[in-house]
């Protein structure tokens, strides 16, 4: 639709990329960095003609380790984008980094994070993870009550990656619509139940996500249109010191203080 950004990638886009990537594990792999932001890093010096051992996604963290004790973080911000394609296939412009293998190679595009470290640090500093199974619901509640002020709206509390590890924008939207919440409402006032009830949701939504079935979108970019549940139009507005829209049905989900229409 025109007016909105690119979809920010988010904890199932990057199990997604970890899945294909699979193809490339246990092959030593040729390294090129394209982009000049990318080559001063030195990446590819430090990691060509080794042995890619695992690629695992955490959180929106991917961490490519490599033999010898070599973990590469990628962390894809808004636009950064991991491609699967078939060894030598052609491309117009400059990806940060090329991962060559025996049959296929792994592409990555656009300005991301990209880290190599001896081993990873930030990792144990993000909450726990939206995907896993099963998901530390119990964790992320104490997570979400201890780190925040108990005024912050709770949409905006669950972006942040050191509470819950893995929920984007998309999927905040969907998970509290489902849970009936509104993500205006101070976490004070969010019952654990309520709060338990979100995080499910989301761990139910973004797991149907990564084996494919899409699930339909309730209200994330359907500013205007009928709520599914009620028929009340959805609302946009933008949430929290990062400005990132929050969607939500205003009689479905009430409380908190609520932009005025
Ligand atoms: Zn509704």
């Known amino acids: 639709m025109p007016g909105y950004a690119p979809d920010m990638p988010e904890g199932d886009a990057l199990l997604r990329a970890a ?19 990318a080559a001063v890093k030195q990446i590819a010096e430090r ?15 991917l961490l490519l380790r490599f033999e010898g004790g070599l ?12 491609r699967v394609e078939p060894r030598g296939s052609r491309r117009v412009g400059q990806p940060w980094l090329v991962l060559r293998g025996e049959t296929h190679e792994g592409v990555l595009w656009n300005g991301p994070v990209l880290e190599l470290r001896r081993d990873f640090a930030p990792v144990s500093r993000l909450g726990p993870d939206i995907l896993a199974v099963p998901p530390d619901i119990d964790a992320m509640v104490e997570r979400l009550r201890g780190s925040q002020p108990a005024a912050r709206e709770v949409g905006d509390a669950l972006l942040d990656q050191h509470a819950v590890a893995g929920i984007g924008n998309l999927w905040k939207a969907e998970a509290l619509w489902e849970a009936r919440v509104s993500p205006w409402r101070p976490l004070a006032d969010v019952r654990d139940e309520e709060l338990r009830a979100v995080l499910i949701a989301a ?35 933008p949430q929290g010191d990062d400005a990132r829209t929050a969607y939500w049905c205003p009689n479905c989900q009430r409380g908190g203080a609520e932009p005025a229409a």
């Open 203 to 237: 761990h139910r939504l973004m797991h149907a996500s990564v084996e494919g079935t899409r699930p339909l979108r309730r209200c994330y970019r359907r500013v205007g249109r009928p709520c599914p549940r009620c028929s009340t139009l959805i609302r946009s507005y």
């Open 71 to 82: 973990v590469l973080h990628s962390h894809l911000r808004m636009n950064g984008r991991w």
């Open 19 to 37: 899945q294909r990537l699979q193809v490339l594990v246990g092959q030593r792999v040729e390294v090129e960095t394209p982009h000049p932001r």
């Open 47 to 61: 990691l060509d003609g080794l042995t890619l051992q695992s690629v695992e996604a955490v959180g929106k963290n």
